[in-house]
Structure formats: structure tokens, C-alpha cells
């Protein structure tokens, strides 16, 4: 049975650092025999379908062949249609009624509990606000990620340690529930 996947590569294109062009990460992909490749904007989204592997292997082989060919490190992380599409719905700010420069996704490799998070003082980073999901982490940031003081906390190594965790703005969250869809 084919698949439908978002490949989210964490760090790419950006500050001039990493270069991964769209159209040689396609080719790449292309050559791991995976299938209906396509990319989405320059900052590391790829959707592409597969009859092997699962999120996990995919998303390694995928890391191994990105280092191999080009050189560097790239943290990967691949999920179905299925997890995308209940990450959106499940959302717990009122996504329709905000910009979507306000509201953000950070995908995480494996579940992560309150416990993470406990050190922070939440009502003092007020009106900002976030919440934990299924493998991922809600950010509210009413002022953009760039301006959030919450946002910039969020991303430290400590609450990360160990994992690979990425982010995306609510339109990119929303664009590859429709781009995996089959």
C-alpha cells in the first residue's frame, strides 16, 4: 500500500547556511524510488509517497542521503496525511480567527509530556500561550514567532534535548494537510 508523507527538514536555507535547493532535494528523493515528489516553499518541506518503510525509516534514509549527497546534517522528520490532518483539527487556539503568523506547530520525534515544559513561568509570557498535542507543541504568539519571547524559551536545547523538533507557521500546517492528501 502507497503512502502519502510530509519529509519537515529542520535548518535548511536559512541565513545563507545549508543550501538545499527544492529541485536537487526532489531529484534526491526521486532516486530513494520515492514517488509524486514535490516540494513546498524553500524552508525544508517535502511531500512525496512511498510503498516502504514507516515514518521513521523513511525519515533516516532520507537524513542519510541528504548527508551523503550534500555534505551536512539535517534533522528529518516524515508523518502521514493521517497525523497531519489530526494535528490541524486538534488544535487548541482558534486557528480561523487568527493570522497565521500567530499560531505555529513544532513537530517533535516522540511524545513529550507537561514535565518538559514545567520551569516555565506561563502567566508571565502572557498574551503568548502554548500547548502540547500528539507529538507536537501549539504556539500562540500574537505578535509572530520572530517577536516571541515564548517562542525563542520554547527552542532551547533544554526542552528539546533529545529530540528532533521543528516548526511551522499555521499556513505551512495547513498546506501539507492538503498537499498529502490523496
Known amino acids: 500500500m502507497t503512502t502519502t508523507y510530509a519529509a519537515l527538514l529542520r535548518g535548511i536555507n536559512v541565513g545563507g547556511a545549508r543550501k538545499l535547493p527544492m529541485a536537487d532535494l526532489r531529484a534526491l528523493m526521486q532516486g530513494l524510488a520515492y514517488g509524486d515528489v514535490r516540494t513546498y516553499l524553500q524552508s525544508g518541506q517535502a511531500v512525496f509517497s512511498s510503498a516502504h518503510g ?97 517562542g525563542e524559551m520554547l527552542s532551547r536545547p533544554r526542552f528539546t534535548k533529545g529530540l528532533v523538533a521543528t516548526t511551522r507557521n499555521w499556513n505551512t500546517v495547513v498546506k501539507l494537510v492538503e498537499l498529502t492528501e490523496s
Open 54 to 150: 514507516d515514518e521513521e525509516s523513511l525519515a533516516a534514509e532520507l537524513a542519510a542521503a541528504i548527508a551523503e549527497e550534500f555534505g551536512f546534517d539535517v534533522d528529518v522528520l516524515v508523518r502521514d496525511h493521517a497525523y497531519l490532518k489530526t494535528i490541524a483539527e486538534a488544535c487548541p487556539f482558534p486557528a480561523a480567527g487568527l493570522q497565521p503568523k500567530q499560531l505555529h506547530v513544532t513537530y517533535f520525534s516522540a511524545p513529550v509530556g507537561a514535565e518538559r515544559f514545567a520551569e516555565i513561568d506561563r502567566a508571565a509570557h502572557l498574551p503568548e500561550e502554548f500547548r502540547l498535542g500528539d507529538r507536537a507543541l501549539y504556539l500562540y504568539a500574537p505578535d509572530g514567532l520572530g517577536r516571541s519571547k515564548l
